[in-house]
């Protein structure tokens, strides 16, 4: 009996796994469909303060919530905690979301995303230099690898784009950096309160220093914008940030964190083909030499792990 059950079990365990899978990459896809719906909302003379806070006010609602929902669950916060989910808001959504905005301002999307791809390996050299961890000889060579891909690529882009491709680099790359330290950051909390908590509670708290920056910066009658904005701001805020989110923590406990992440590589190619798509971005044989070397770096890193 216990053989003939066997295969059935099997079977399931596999389907279920495929239906984790398929999640994964559709989050990993959506989530870098922002890059491309930024791109498209520029195009409308909008700037990266004025986007941002479109994309906070619509998914503000929906993490709002979740966090009111988790707070009557999970029970009070001490201070402490408090002022650390303040900090994460801060640096893990608020500043690497309006870095990463503004540089997508003088960037391709296909550059864009590879940088941002490079956040495990900034985790790991934060960590190399002030929390004094040992890398081992395959790690460095992912890092190598990884980084050769990317100046591949800048050096590629720099040709046409010049010094606006540096200083949109450099906004992405510290997007990903400060993002780098959220993650860091946020290990223990996280275990504490658990990941839909911490994520809903960062995201509010990111939401508002997004939304006040607005009305500091700009007068509030740039609120008023053409549908066009409005709508992609929708589809930005929904399908490339809340969407995303579930999606992945959904595919996390089907499949786990390690072959979530991996199936996140995808993100970068589907941004190369989404960027010639939709934005007449050029593919040439330098970008895609350089996608294969910053994925095949960082899956060096996943599967050290």
């Known amino acids: 009996m216990t053989t003939s059950l066997t295969p059935q079990r099997s079977a ?15 989050g990993a896809v959506l989530f870098s469909t922002k890059a491309i719906v930024a791109k498209l909302i520029y195009r409308y003379h909008v700037d990266a303060v004025t986007l941002i806070t479109f994309r906070m006010l ?12 988790q707070a009557h669950k999970g029970g009070a916060l001490t201070v402490a905690d408090r002022w650390r989910l303040v900090g994460l808001g801060l640096i893990g959504y608020y500043l690497s979301s309006f870095l ?27 960590s190399v230099f002030f929390l004094k961890r040992k ?43 400060s993002y780098a330290l959220y993650l860091i950051q946020s290990g223990q909390l996280v275990v504490r309160l658990g990941t839909l908590r911490l994520v ?8 508002v220093a997004c939304i006040g920056q607005f009305f500091v910066l700009r007068p509030v009658g740039m609120l ?28 996390v406990q089907r499949i786990g964190a390690p072959t979530a992440s991996q199936a996140g590589m995808i993100g970068p190619v589907s ?25 095949g770096g960082m899956y060096l890193l996943s599967i050290k792990k």
């Open 12 to 26: 399931h365990d596999r389907r279920q796994y495929l239906i984790g899978l398929t999640i994964a990459i559709t």
């Open 58 to 69: 619509f998914s503000l609602p929906v993490f709002a919530a979740i966090a009111i929902w």
């Open 100 to 126: 990463d905005f503004l540089g997508l301002q003088y960037i391709m999307a296909g550059l864009e995303r590879l940088i941002l791809f490079l956040t495990p390996s900034f985790v790991l050299l934060i």
């Open 135 to 177: 890398v081992s000889p395959i790690e460095w060579a992912a890092l190598g690898v990884s980084y050769l891909g990317i100046v591949l690529v800048f050096l590629h882009d720099l040709q046409f784009g010049g010094a606006d491709v540096m200083l949109g680099a450099a906004l992405v790359l510290g997007a990903a950096i």
């Open 200 to 207: 809903s509670y960062a995201m509010c708290v990111s939401s």
């Open 224 to 251: 008023v914008q053409p549908s066009a904005v409005y709508w992609l701001s929708l589809v930005n805020a929904i399908f490339c940030t809340v969407l995303p989110v579930f999606l992945t923590m959904i595919a």
């Open 271 to 295: 941004t190369l083909f989404l960027g010639a798509f939709f934005l007449n971005e050029p593919i040439t044989s330098w970008q895609l030499a350089g996608t294969v070397l910053v994925i």
